[in-house]
T-cell receptor
């Protein structure tokens, strides 16, 4: 069975600094998707970034980038130039590659605090 | 446009009430999902509809009854709920047949059962 592990329940970073959130996963599949979702206190779950496992290039979205290490089954999220609006719960998630309505497997989340 | 809308935003109901939650998307997605989320926890999958048919039911109690009237709309009918059912209920949708397994979430309905 696939699992997703986020080992950091909470993290804090100074505004304008860089922070990295860790995520590891376990799967026997070779093709899959990985995601980082952000859930601010308003509670809307927002997709931050997506990585296809068959792509070697790390995904980037503005200040958000990932370090995808397929062999190590690691998928960390780096947030550069942290802003107060980045304060949220961040969930790492896994989905198998298919055309079906497969489940997303979520990690337990990392709560990120931004210090002014 | 990656918008999923949910109504109402907040709902308070007694244990004998019947209420419904509504979810709508106009992205042409053919998979729609209901999740339950407790505070500080990840979402827990409840139901999945594919092409308007129920494809996954995660052993959810029968007091929760999903309905998918058409490809854009998903309802969750609530009856005789318990206080422990108080939670944030999230709806999501994703495309099918494209190989893109990305779920887009609505803002949720915060439910309080008294």
């Amino acid at each position: 069975a696939q699992t997703v592990t986020q080992s950091q329940p909470e993290m804090s970073v100074q505004e304008a600094e860089t922070v990295t959130l860790s995520c590891t996963y376990d799967t026997s599949e070779s093709d899959y998707y990985l995601f980082w979702y952000k859930q601010p206190p308003s509670r809307q779950m927002i997709l931050v970034i997506r990585q296809e496992a068959y792509k070697q290039q790390n995904a980037t979205e503005n200040r958000f980038s990932v370090n995808f290490q397929k062999a190590a089954k690691s998928f960390s999220l780096k947030i550069s130039d942290s802003q107060l609006g980045d304060a949220a719960m961040y969930f790492c998630a896994y989905s198998p590659y298919s055309n079906r309505d497969d489940k997303i497997i979520f990690g337990k989340g990392t709560r990120l605090h931004i210090l002014p | 446009d990656t918008e999923v809308t949910q109504t109402p935003k907040h709902l308070v109901m007694g244990m004998t009430n019947k209420k419904s939650l509504k979810c709508e998307q106009h992205m042409g997605h053919r998979a729609m999902y209901w999740y339950k989320q407790k505070a500080k926890k990840p979402p827990e999958l409840m139901f999945v509809y594919s092409y308007e048919k129920l494809s996954i039911n995660e052993s959810v109690p029968s007091r929760f009854s999903p309905e998918c009237p058409n490809s854009s709309l998903l309802n969750l009918h609530l009856h005789a709920l318990q206080p422990e059912d108080s939670a944030l209920y999230l709806c999501a949708s994703s495309p099918l047949g494209t190989g893109e397994e990305t779920q887009y979430f609505g803002p949720g309905t915060r439910l309080l059962v008294l």
